[in-house]
């Protein structure tokens, strides 16, 4: 899900907050209008992220609507691309053809619409999908004349024929004898979250502010903007509450971008100092496919919004229409197949996710650092340092790592299963301040689960579960350009990585709600089991391994200390000499010496410089066991029963074999 990344400043919050008290009662009815009044009925969408596996039943919704207001237009915000294997497989026509079905009427352009533009074949797809669509586009900000698939697309004019397949700047629509106008944005971070080369975006707010004003020109007194740039996304860039207030004369703007779940339309009736305008009703219908929104506005002589009713209609709810279901089964048997597909990656041992069920002594992705839980976050952390390369370190709450992957070749099917969401990757501006609050609410809940539980890549985060929730952090450190870990500080602001549904404050973390909030959160846009499945594949083969970026200090083996200048009884009735200066060992009775290495069957903590060409074995019994390399260097560790193994200090390993 891309769970919204929506970045809202605190005077546009506030803004939103109150408009609707100056709203005049009736404004909200649709009872009480004049018999001279316009209703303008739409059907909206966005965010579908090709979601194809509803579209059956989203085709008996249209067409339900339809039944009952035959002149509703149907109209799509953005992002059509991109999101699962139907856009992966079919780049956009699967969707194209039930679009076409439907009856769509007007669709925008969503920043994922350019994903492709670094591609071989550049922005073809896009431009296949186009030229496809039984329908136009609006596109206002968007500059198409300098791609070569797509500028001959484009119409720089305001269109009361517009033609199918057709890019335009606006177009005219009349609806029982009335003329309204529809026109496009889309928004300004396209250019640094998708890859749209050498197509350009131009100011929002300028834009709208010509289309309005071209269309008053022509006449038309009802406006609809199609939007991509989110109901409340970062202020500093472009968002829907900044258009209502700023722009007059639009009427109704159907949003997209946010992923927001508007269960009722909201209504802007104040300027951006605060002053009464002429009311702009705003909506959106949340992500993936899972609504329908409708939509009537009614409109006086004057083309003043007086009244507007409006709803989500929730697909699943609906029966599947039998000719769509016949029509999906052709894409979705493919897909199928491609969810077996391998990846090129594998994996020696069993990529684990367990949960306790209750038993709060056992090890759980809710709670504990994981093997999975550290690939996961090892890819985040690489793909955003891709787009900013100050970022320090990538975050992963536990609740959203859905399954464990089985030993062997690793496939399509099993990285969605693992990220079965569609979340995105975002960056975040925080103080180490913030992110140690945000650690403790991580941690709070221990030794309970807690789907918010963070798993970390590029830090280190050690706690006490002996102390009280909110006080148990005792050190968060980060890996530096050198390769060594810095101590965070609490008064410096740092680059963070994490996914859109805990950067927006999901799981309880108000922290990041609030720098959400203050537009400190950029969205990437990635898919979060496509990075997964990029970052597995340039492995390539995979070693499970928990390596202690998250460590309980009350949970650490207790230290025997021995100093080997001299001889040790290791067991009853073995004498051996271990060549190190020294080591710490937890039940030393129970280990033996291998050759000229370690036997290790119980929990251990290593330390001291005589273990740089040792190798050390591990071979557990039947319970869980915590091997610590932290302070030490090792030349081999060969690992036995790896589920039970929860190994530390991994980077100090040359050489690891898992058995």
Same mark, same amino acid.
């Given at each position: 899900?891309?769970?919204?990344?929506?970045?809202?400043?605190?005077?546009?919050?506030?803004?939103?907050?109150?408009?609707?008290?100056?709203?005049?009662?009736? =404004?909200?009815?649709?009872?009480?209008?004049?018999?001279?009044?316009?209703?303008?009925?739409?059907?909206?969408?966005?965010?579908?992220?090709?979601?194809?596996?509803?579209?059956?039943?989203?085709?008996?919704?249209?067409?339900?609507?339809?039944?009952?207001?035959?002149?509703?237009?149907?109209?799509?915000?953005?992002?059509?691309?991109?999101?699962?294997?139907?856009?992966?497989?079919?780049?956009?026509?699967?969707?194209?053809?039930?679009?076409?079905?439907?009856?769509?009427?007007?669709?925008?352009?969503?920043?994922?619409?350019?994903?492709?533009?670094?591609?071989?074949?550049?922005?073809?797809?896009?431009?296949?999908?186009?030229?496809?669509?039984?329908?136009?586009?609006?596109?206002?900000?968007?500059?198409?004349?300098?791609?070569?698939? =797509?500028?001959?697309?484009?119409?720089?004019?305001?269109?009361?024929?517009?033609?199918?397949?057709?890019?335009?700047?606006?177009?005219?629509?009349?609806?029982?004898?009335?003329?309204?106008?529809?026109?496009?944005?889309?928004?300004?971070?396209?250019?640094?979250?998708?890859?749209?080369?050498?197509?350009?975006?131009?100011?929002?707010?300028?834009?709208?502010?010509?289309?309005?004003?071209?269309?008053?020109?022509?006449?038309?007194?009802?406006?609809?903007?199609?939007?991509?740039?989110?109901?409340?996304?970062?202020?500093?860039?472009?968002?829907?509450?900044?258009?209502?207030?700023?722009?007059?004369?639009?009427?109704?703007?159907?949003?997209?971008?946010?992923?927001?779940?508007?269960?009722?339309?909201?209504?802007?009736?104040?300027?951006?100092?605060?002053?009464?305008?002429?009311?702009?009703?705003?909506?959106?219908?949340?992500?993936?496919?899972?609504?329908?929104?409708?939509?009537?506005?009614?409109?006086?002589?004057?083309?003043?919004?007086?009244?507007?009713?409006?709803?989500?209609?929730?697909?699943?709810?609906?029966?599947?229409?039998?000719?769509?279901?016949?029509?999906?089964?052709?894409?979705?048997?493919?897909?199928?197949?491609?969810?077996?597909?391998?990846?090129?990656?594998?994996?020696?041992?069993?990529?684990?996710?367990?949960?306790?069920?209750?038993?709060?002594?056992?090890?759980?992705?809710?709670?504990?650092?994981?093997?999975?839980?550290?690939?996961?976050?090892?890819?985040?952390?690489?793909?955003?340092?891709?787009?900013?390369?100050?970022?320090?370190?990538?975050?992963?709450?536990?609740?959203?790592?859905?399954?464990?992957?089985?030993?062997?070749?690793?496939?399509?099917?099993?990285?969605?299963?693992?990220?079965?969401?569609?979340?995105?990757?975002?960056?975040?501006?925080?103080?180490?301040?913030?992110?140690?609050?945000?650690?403790?609410?991580?941690?709070?809940?221990?030794?309970?689960?807690?789907?918010?539980?963070?798993?970390?890549?590029?830090?280190?985060?050690?706690?006490?579960?002996?102390?009280?929730?909110?006080?148990?952090?005792?050190?968060?450190?980060?890996?530096?350009?050198?390769?060594?870990?810095?101590?965070?500080?609490?008064?410096?602001?740092?680059?963070?990585?994490?996914?859109?549904?805990?950067?927006?404050?999901?799981?309880?973390?108000?922290?990041?709600?609030?720098?959400?909030?203050?537009?400190?959160?950029?969205?990437?846009?990635?898919?979060?089991?496509?990075?997964?499945?990029?970052?597995?594949?340039?492995?390539?083969?995979?070693?499970?391994?928990?390596?202690?970026?998250?460590?309980?200090?009350?949970?650490?083996?207790?230290?025997?200390?021995?100093?080997?200048?001299?001889?040790?009884?290791?067991?009853?009735?073995?004498?051996?000499?271990?060549?190190?200066?020294?080591?710490?060992?937890?039940?030393?009775?129970?280990?033996?010496?291998?050759?000229?290495?370690?036997?290790?069957?119980?929990?251990?903590?290593?330390?001291?410089?005589?273990?740089?060409?040792?190798?050390?074995?591990?071979?557990?019994?039947?319970?869980?066991?915590?091997?610590?390399?932290?302070?030490?260097?090792?030349?081999?560790?060969?690992?036995?029963?790896?589920?039970?193994?929860?190994?530390?200090?991994?980077?100090?390993?040359?050489?690891?074999?898992?058995?």
């Amino acid at each position: 899900m891309k769970l919204p990344i929506k970045v809202l400043s605190t005077v546009a919050l506030s803004a939103a907050l109150t408009i609707s008290a100056a709203i005049p009662a009736g =404004l909200v009815s649709a009872n009480e209008t004049s018999a001279s009044d316009f209703t303008l009925s739409l059907m909206h969408t966005n965010d579908s992220h090709a979601n194809m596996d509803s579209a059956a039943k989203k085709v008996t919704a249209v067409k339900e609507v339809r039944e009952a207001k035959p002149d509703a237009l149907l109209v799509d915000a953005g992002d059509v691309f991109s999101g699962t294997l139907y856009f992966n497989k079919f780049l956009g026509q699967a969707d194209l053809e039930f679009m076409n079905l439907m009856g769509y009427d007007i669709m925008t352009f969503g920043n994922h619409e350019f994903d492709l533009g670094s591609s071989a074949e550049g922005h073809k797809a896009l431009a296949d999908f186009v030229k496809g669509a039984q329908f136009p586009f609006v596109s206002s900000n968007v500059n198409f004349s300098q791609d070569a698939n =797509l500028q001959g697309l484009f119409s720089d004019l305001i269109s009361s024929e517009p033609a199918d397949g057709k890019i335009y700047n606006g177009i005219i629509k009349e609806v029982n004898g009335e003329k309204v106008g529809f026109f496009g944005l889309t928004t300004a971070e396209t250019a640094s979250i998708s890859s749209p080369g050498n197509v350009t975006f131009e100011d929002y707010l300028e834009e709208a502010e010509k289309a309005v004003k071209a269309f008053e020109g022509m006449g038309i007194n009802k406006i609809v903007a199609v939007t991509h740039i989110g109901y409340d996304d970062n202020p500093n860039v472009d968002n829907d509450l900044n258009l209502a207030a700023q722009v007059d004369g639009i009427d109704v703007i159907v949003g997209g971008h946010s992923h927001t779940q508007l269960n009722a339309p909201v209504v802007v009736a104040a300027d951006e100092t605060g002053a009464a305008k002429d009311p702009t009703v705003i909506v959106q219908a949340g992500q993936y496919n899972n609504y329908l929104g409708t939509l009537d506005v009614q409109f006086d002589e004057a083309g003043k919004v007086v009244g507007h009713a409006g709803q989500l209609i929730k697909i699943a709810d609906k029966a599947e229409d039998p000719e769509a279901a016949v029509l999906l089964e052709k894409y979705s048997s493919q897909i199928e197949e491609l969810k077996n597909t391998e990846i090129g990656a594998e994996t020696l041992a069993a990529l684990e996710n367990p949960r306790t069920s209750g038993d709060s002594t056992g090890p759980s992705v809710r709670k504990n650092e994981t093997a999975l839980g550290n690939l996961i976050t090892d890819g985040m952390l690489a793909k955003a340092k891709q787009y900013n390369s100050n970022v320090i370190m990538a975050l992963q709450n536990g609740g959203g790592i859905r399954a464990g992957i089985d030993a062997g070749p690793i496939t399509v099917g099993e990285v969605i299963t693992v990220l079965p969401f569609g979340n995105t990757l975002a960056t975040m501006e925080v103080t180490g301040a913030e992110l140690k609050e945000a650690f403790e609410i991580s941690v709070g809940q221990y030794p309970a689960e807690n789907g918010g539980f963070l798993h970390v890549s590029g830090a280190k985060v050690k706690f006490d579960s002996t102390k009280p929730a909110g006080e148990r952090i005792v050190s968060i450190e980060y890996k530096n350009e050198q390769g060594t870990y810095t101590e965070i500080q609490d008064n410096q602001t740092y680059t963070i990585a994490t996914n859109a549904f805990t950067a927006k404050g999901g799981d309880g973390y108000t922290v990041f709600a609030k720098a959400y909030q203050e537009g400190r959160v950029t969205d990437l846009g990635l898919s979060d089991w496509e990075n997964f499945a990029d970052h597995l594949s340039s492995l390539g083969t995979i070693k499970p391994a928990v390596e202690g970026r998250i460590i309980d200090v009350d949970s650490l083996p207790p230290v025997t200390e021995l100093d080997f200048e001299k001889e040790y009884n290791l067991t009853d009735d073995k004498k051996k000499k271990l060549v190190v200066n020294k080591v710490s060992f937890i039940n030393v009775e129970e280990t033996a010496k291998i050759k000229n290495g370690i036997w290790l069957k119980n929990s251990a903590v290593l330390q001291g410089d005589g273990l740089k060409n040792v190798s050390v074995r591990v071979t557990p019994k039947k319970e869980p066991i915590i091997v610590d390399f932290s302070g030490a260097e090792v030349k081999e560790v060969i690992i036995e029963k790896s589920d039970l193994v929860e190994l530390r200090g991994a980077e100090n390993i040359k050489k690891l074999t898992i058995k």
